[in-house]
């Protein structure tokens, strides 16, 4: 697949940047992971004094073509056009959060089963009305996948444009820790039974039910898939494909990227398979609850940053960690040095 290239994160600046920090008025590592963080955004912005400019967040929405046929969720389909009502209306926690911490939010329609009048803050990069049922068929077209990535990619550009540098994504899509699954099993190959959870709220035995009929579906499209877009386009759904293109576009124009929860990973994971270097932008802000998701951050070898039991989707992991990202950048560039302070060192 053709895509900007991402370079890997930038090493030339660590020396100086890890002196800066070791030198600031505290005992060396006092600041845990707050130091890793500034150390990792000034080498993706190559600086010693890095900034945070316009931080958003975007909700990509998709319906899935399964939650017609099968019992994968306890929530009905058109919950996913409630919800994208919700969201412009500002009655969402993602709206809650985004508004506390005075970041910007974007809600995409990728694919949502409905239309919508037009609004500020609702961009119309519809695919299609929702995927296909993928128990029955590949869940969209090779043609359908690559245009999702690309509308991804473009959502990202503009953002770039108009200044943004710290960018979160977010999902919404009655059935998507279904297809989250799906792309996790195959990305990371681990069994589907070790990947399935709850999603909106399964019983044990729902779960039990949602884990037969993935595993099925895995089974039908399992021998066809030989690329990431492959599995994208047999399990994805089109808000998905369009966040997986949305990090490939952020990584390449070295943005720090907040990585939501178990949907949002899975979109990482196609990411990563595709380019690998996308890694070095990626701040984890959280370890969902979904029960799949630890094993995605582990398969990555990547540590989130809090651990607070959430598991609602909606970029709410990336709104609720952006301040401690922002205090490693405050502490970096405003704290006082030993000499500036007339402190003794150790």
Do not use: W
């Not at 890793?36 to 958003?56: C, D, F, M, V, Y």
Request: aromatic share 6%; net charge negative; glycine share 8%.
């Amino acid at each position: 697949m053709n895509h900007s290239p991402i370079t890997p994160i930038s090493l030339s600046i660590e020396e100086s940047l890890q002196k800066k920090i070791d030198f600031k008025t505290k005992p060396l590592g006092a600041l845990g992971t707050l130091e890793g963080l500034a150390l990792q955004i000034g080498k993706i912005q190559n600086t010693t004094e890095p900034i945070i400019t316009k931080p958003s967040i975007v909700v990509f929405a998709g319906d899935h073509g399964i939650v017609n046929s099968r019992q994968v969720s306890p929530y009905p389909q058109e919950v996913t056009q409630q919800m994208v009502l919700n969201f412009l209306n500002g009655g969402a926690a993602i709206n809650v959060f985004c508004k506390q911490h005075q970041i910007d939010l974007l809600i995409v329609d990728a694919g949502v089963n409905a239309s919508f009048e037009e609004h500020p803050k609702l961009i119309n990069a519809k695919i299609a009305m929702g995927t296909q049922d993928y128990s029955k068929q590949k869940a969209m077209t090779i043609e359908q996948c690559y245009s999702a990535i690309s509308q991804g990619r473009k959502q990202i550009q503009k953002l770039h444009n108009q200044g943004t540098n710290c960018i979160g994504f977010g999902e919404m899509g009655i059935g998507n820790t279904s297809a989250a699954t799906l792309l996790m099993s195959y990305f990371t190959q681990t069994a589907i039974e070790d990947c399935v959870g709850k999603g909106t709220g399964l019983t044990e035995e729902g779960v039990l039910q949602k884990a037969v009929i993935l595993k099925n579906v895995y089974e039908l499209h399992q021998e066809n898939i030989q690329s990431p877009i492959d599995a994208i386009s047999s399990f994805g759904g089109y808000e998905i494909a369009m966040i997986c293109g949305a990090i490939l576009e952020a990584a390449s124009l070295k943005m720090i990227i907040l990585v939501d929860g178990f949907i949002v990973t899975s979109a990482l994971l196609a990411a990563h398979a595709i380019d690998n270097n996308v890694l070095d932008y990626c701040i984890f802000s959280h370890t969902s609850g979904e029960r799949g998701h630890q094993k995605m951050l582990s398969f990555l070898n990547v540590t989130p940053i809090l651990n607070l039991g959430m598991r609602l989707g909606e970029g709410t992991g990336c709104a609720v960690a952006f301040p401690i990202v922002a205090s490693a950048i405050h502490f970096l560039n405003e704290m006082a040095t030993f000499e500036s302070a007339n402190v003794s060192e150790a």
